[in-house]
C-alpha cells in the first residue's frame, strides 16, 4: 500500500474522514444509551417524588410546566400533582432550580395541601463536595438546619445569619442560600397553580 503524500490537502482529507467516523459513533452510542438513560431517570424521579410525598403509593398526575422570571433570568418549574390511592389530592412536587456556589442546584421538594414541606431531594449539584453537598441531609427533619414541615407560605425560608430561622450548613452560606431560594420558589410556584 502506498503511503499517503504529505500535502494540506491531504491532511485536511484525513482530518475530516476521521471527524465523520467519530462524529458517527457518538452519534450511535447516543442513540443506544438515550433510551436506557431516559428510563433511569424517570425511575429515579418517580421515587424522588414518593420519598418527597412521604407516601409510596402516590399516583402522579401529567406535570404541569411554570415559567417564570426571577431575577431577570427565566426560571422553569415542573409541577407534579399527587394524589393518594383513594384518589384524594395530597400535595404536589415541584421540581425547582436556582444557582448555588458551583452551578445548578436542583430540588425536589413536597408540599401537603397546607403548604408545608413534606419532604425534599437533591436532584442535580454541583457543589463542593464536603461541604455544598450537605444539603442532600442537613435541612432533613433530623438535620441540623430542619426544613421539614416548615411552610414557605407563613414567611420564606431564610438562614439565620440573615435574620432567618434555618441554620445555615458550616461554612456553606452560599449553598444554603441558594437551597432556601429553590424551596421558596418551588412553593411560589405550587400556590399559583394549586
Same mark, same amino acid.
Given at each position: 500500500?502506498?503511503?499517503?503524500?504529505?500535502?494540506?490537502?491531504?491532511? +485536511?482529507?484525513?482530518?475530516? #474522514?476521521?471527524?465523520?467516523?467519530?462524529?458517527?459513533?457518538?452519534?450511535?452510542? !447516543?442513540?443506544?444509551?438515550?433510551?436506557?438513560?431516559?428510563?433511569?431517570?424517570?425511575?429515579?424521579?418517580?421515587?424522588?417524588?414518593?420519598?418527597?410525598?412521604?407516601?409510596?403509593?402516590?399516583?402522579?398526575?401529567?406535570?404541569?410546566?411554570?415559567?417564570?422570571?426571577?431575577? #431577570?433570568? @427565566?426560571? *422553569?418549574?415542573?409541577?407534579?400533582?399527587?394524589?393518594?390511592?383513594?384518589?384524594?389530592?395530597?400535595?404536589? %412536587?415541584?421540581? $425547582?432550580?436556582? !444557582?448555588?456556589?458551583?452551578?445548578?442546584?436542583?430540588?425536589? +421538594?413536597?408540599?401537603?395541601?397546607?403548604?408545608?414541606?413534606?419532604?425534599? *431531594?437533591?436532584?442535580? $449539584?454541583?457543589?463542593?463536595?464536603?461541604?455544598?453537598?450537605? %444539603?442532600?441531609?442537613?435541612? /432533613?427533619?433530623?438535620?441540623?438546619?430542619? +426544613?421539614?414541615?416548615?411552610?414557605?407560605?407563613?414567611?420564606?425560608?431564610? @438562614?439565620?445569619?440573615?435574620?432567618?430561622?434555618?441554620?445555615?450548613?458550616?461554612?456553606?452560606?452560599?449553598? $444554603?442560600?441558594?437551597?432556601?431560594?429553590?424551596?421558596? /420558589?418551588?412553593?411560589?410556584?405550587?400556590?399559583?397553580?394549586?
Amino acid at each position: 500500500m502506498e503511503k499517503l503524500k504529505s500535502s494540506l490537502p491531504n491532511m +485536511v482529507g484525513v482530518l475530516v #474522514g476521521f471527524s465523520i467516523i467519530i462524529g458517527g459513533l457518538l452519534a450511535y452510542v !447516543n442513540h443506544i444509551t438515550e433510551g436506557p438513560i431516559k428510563q433511569k431517570q424517570e425511575k429515579t424521579l418517580a421515587a424522588g417524588i414518593k420519598t418527597v410525598m412521604q407516601n409510596n403509593n402516590v399516583q402522579v398526575a401529567d406535570p404541569e410546566t411554570l415559567n417564570e422570571t426571577i431575577d #431577570g433570568k @427565566v426560571a *422553569t418549574f415542573i409541577i407534579h400533582p399527587c394524589k393518594d390511592n383513594a384518589g384524594k389530592n395530597i400535595g404536589s %412536587a415541584i421540581e $425547582s432550580t436556582t !444557582n448555588g456556589f458551583g452551578g445548578d442546584l436542583q430540588v425536589l +421538594v413536597g408540599f401537603d395541601n397546607d403548604g408545608k414541606i413534606l419532604g425534599y *431531594t437533591i436532584l442535580k $449539584s454541583s457543589e463542593t463536595p464536603g461541604l455544598g453537598a450537605k %444539603a442532600g441531609v442537613w435541612f /432533613q427533619k433530623d438535620g441540623k438546619g430542619n +426544613v421539614i414541615g416548615m411552610s414557605p407560605k407563613d414567611k420564606p425560608l431564610v @438562614v439565620s445569619k440573615d435574620g432567618g430561622d434555618v441554620d445555615a450548613i458550616t461554612a456553606s452560606t452560599i449553598t $444554603s442560600r441558594a437551597f432556601l431560594k429553590a424551596i421558596n /420558589q418551588a412553593y411560589a410556584a405550587y400556590a399559583k397553580k394549586k
